[in-house]
């Protein structure tokens, strides 16, 4: 999972596996959330998001879990493919502002 | 993708001397935000606006100026730029507010003072 001020970490899957990668946020009042993919260069794209009054979200091959109680967000993909590959962090908003993970690096291995 | 450009893309200059960046939109939002990216660190707030000369701060503003003259305008000008200034910039934009909707980003500055 990620951490503010941490290494990032990494994660390598293999095509066709499924990824999880966890985020640990720090707000509970916290009330929308949010799932970004970072490629090498580019700036963040949004994959999904996750408002507090809902457990799970489910998009085209992602799916993302809010566990309010212990302050954690997952994003799942499905069938990971190369193109996965990339930086995945979060980001919860508080007071109208969003605070950002350090992120994940997801390795696909063909 | 989002109409969001950034420019320049790449920029090296020497410490002191003043340094702005553009983000230009053709959305028609709202909202334009400044971040800066730095290994070890999430995306951090310098300044955001909420409208045409509509601006407030964020968490890493000092050092930092902003302005919105038009709506799909906004300027990040860096009075005189220290190496600390060193990072990558973000410019992202929203239609509503952040408790509300996503924000989208632009491609990114990367900004060396030397």
């Known amino acids: 999972g990620e951490s503010v001020g941490l290494h990032l970490p990494t994660l390598s899957v293999q095509e066709g596996d499924n990824s999880i990668i966890n985020c640990a946020y720090s707000?509970?009042?916290?009330?929308?959330f949010i799932w970004y993919k970072q490629e090498s260069g580019k700036g963040p794209q949004f994959i999904i998001d996750?408002?507090?009054?809902?457990d799970k979200r489910q998009g085209q091959r992602v799916t993302v879990l809010l566990n309010k109680t212990v302050k954690h967000l997952s994003l799942q993909i499905a069938a990971t493919q190369p193109g996965d590959s990339a930086v995945y962090f979060c980001a919860e908003n508080t007071g109208n502002q969003f605070y950002f993970g350090t992120g994940t690096s997801l390795t696909v291995i063909p | 993708d989002a109409g969001i450009t950034q420019s320049p893309r790449h920029k090296v200059t020497e410490t002191g001397t003043p340094v702005t960046l553009r983000c230009h939109q053709t959305?028609?939002?709202?909202?334009m935000y400044w971040y800066r990216q730095d290994p070890g660190h999430g995306l951090r707030l310098i300044h955001y606006s909420y409208g045409v000369k509509d601006t407030d701060k964020g968490e890493v503003s000092d050092g930092y100026s902003v302005s919105r003259s038009k709506t799909e305008d906004f300027l990040l000008t860096l009075e005189s730029a220290t190496s600390s200034q060193t990072s990558v910039y973000f410019c992202?934009?929203?239609?509503?507010?952040?408790?509300?909707?996503?924000?989208?980003f632009g491609d990114g500055t990367r900004l060396s003072i030397l």
């Open positions: 992202a934009i929203s239609d509503n507010q952040p408790s509300n909707q996503p924000q989208h």
């Open positions: 959305e028609n939002h709202r909202y």
């Open positions: 707000n509970s009042a916290s009330d929308y």
């Open positions: 996750i408002r507090s009054n809902m």
